[in-house]
């Protein structure tokens, strides 16, 4: 793994131009800018790592990339997986080589989030071929088809920018299918006389499909929502409410004082601290647990899958409280739990592969009324029962 | 292969204006939902509940024969929206996308 050097550390005779070694230290792959990085002398600039050598193309120095994603990229992943530093984690757009490709050889489109893009040149080994890279703010291939920015305008724009008509002499970009909702084909078209041809969903089936002379089977058009797929999304789902967490255990504490135990902190913290027990376990069984059971769990809406596991959770907590929460704070706790659990459930629609923004709206109108009516009770409750004792 | 799990059903604003399509077939390649299959050189919608209304039916239908009401569907988003009466994005500090 190369070390991440300064420009002062790596001058002309370690500029990644050997071939061999990844490069430590120049510039980022843009063909405007190239030939003076290539001689290392752009200040302040550096090659990114998974850059292994340079390729010269009819329209400028192209960097080749690697195939084998190095432990610093892993390290990123899990990063992202848990939301920090998610939004700088973007490469340059551009073109980019993977092997020795000719002008012959396929264009594949991607984002320049780099989670996306090492997903792609990580299943790319032995294949010659381009990768153009869009501007999209560091945001992957489908979210950013969603909101436009991996759009037909964006493709354009890269493949004027790259003046890719002089890199490669056939007229064909093959994008991600998933790229579809941000891209007009025919537009593009239209527009740069390259036609678009959607390729896999998935980056695990770019070879198969190249191979098969760009034919995508049924399965490789299907979005998937497998348990692993699941299980990868719910660390960000925890750290993405880690601010509202604080705040209600603050309100929590505070509310857990009122009544006649203002006067024993320890009995005001400990209400308090039991209530927070509850609302973690909701935002777990919300957040976490109902996103791993999600076809196991009857109903279709998110929020009824959520309460019921929350409602089952309370059950529990009720059994092994044995009598000693008292009528109010049982009654508080088998209200709260799920409503709790519910309204994180359902906030993981946001997530998933296959639920419909007018669907979701709808279950919202729906549950929150109940979501928030179940909290309100449960907390009059809670502090009447600090009041009574039970 | 799809995935196992159906959504709500009956809410999808997918609409599909059958005279205008020309069969291009651009629908079932984009579709994650497999929800068009072609026949007598015409699309057709096969299964209406599993569309996500993701947009990429429509965004690529070179004879806007489809329309559908494409958008975020994160709970977020649309809170976001109703309070600000724009439509959902992700841009309102969600961090799912």
Partial sequence: MPEVLTETDRLPAETGLSGSEPAGACCPPR???????????????????FVSDWLETPAGTVPQVATRLAVRDSFGRWQMRWGLGRRRYRIPPGLYAVG??????????????????????????????????????????????????FGTTEVVRQVR??????????????????????????????????RVIYGPVRAADVAVFLAAGMKATPAMRRVT??????????????????????WSCLGLLAIGAL??????????????GLAIAVGLTGVVAGAVLTPILLPWLPG????????????????????LARGTLGFWNGAALLLALPAVASWCAMNFTGSTTYTSPSGVEKEMRRAIPFQGGALLIAAVAWVFGGFVGG | MTTGLLYLSGVTTLELDQPACIGCGRCLEVCPHGVFA????????????????????ARNCPVTALTVKAGVGCASAIIHGWLTGEEPSCDCGGSSC
Avoid at chain 1, 117 to 138: K, N, P, Q, S, Y
Avoid at chain 1, 178 to 190: D, I, K, N, S, T
Avoid at chain 1, 259 to 268: E, L, T
């Fill in chain 1, 31 to 49: 063909p405007a800018c190239l030939p003076a990085a290539l001689t290392g002398e752009r200040p302040g600039l550096r090659v990114w790592p």
């Fill in chain 1, 100 to 149: 020795t490709p000719h002008d012959g050889s396929p264009v594949l489109v991607t984002a320049n989030y780099k989670l996306s893009f090492d997903a792609l040149r990580c299943r790319l080994a032995g294949l010659h071929l381009w990768i153009l890279v869009l501007e999209t703010e560091g945001i992957n291939v489908w979210c950013a088809a969603g909101k436009g920015t």
């Fill in chain 1, 161 to 194: 920018g790259t003046a890719l008509e002089r890199v490669v002499s056939h007229r064909v970009l093959v994008l991600p299918q998933l790229g579809a909702p941000g891209v007009a084909a025919h537009l593009v078209e239209r527009q740069t006389g390259f």
């Fill in chain 1, 225 to 246: 929502f497998t348990l692993g797929e699941r299980l990868v999304l719910t660390p960000v789902e925890l750290t993405g409410m880690a601010r509202q967490i604080g």
């Fill in chain 1, 259 to 272: 009544g006649p135990q203002f006067f024993h902190p320890a009995a005001a913290l400990l209400r308090g």
């Fill in chain 1, 300 to 319: 279709r809406a998110f929020a009824v899958k959520g309460a019921e596991l929350g409602a089952m959770l309370a059950v529990v907590g009720l059994l």
């Fill in chain 2, 38 to 57: 072609l026949a007598a050189k015409k699309a057709a919608i096969v299964v209406r509940d599993r569309c996500m209304e993701c947009g990429a039916c």
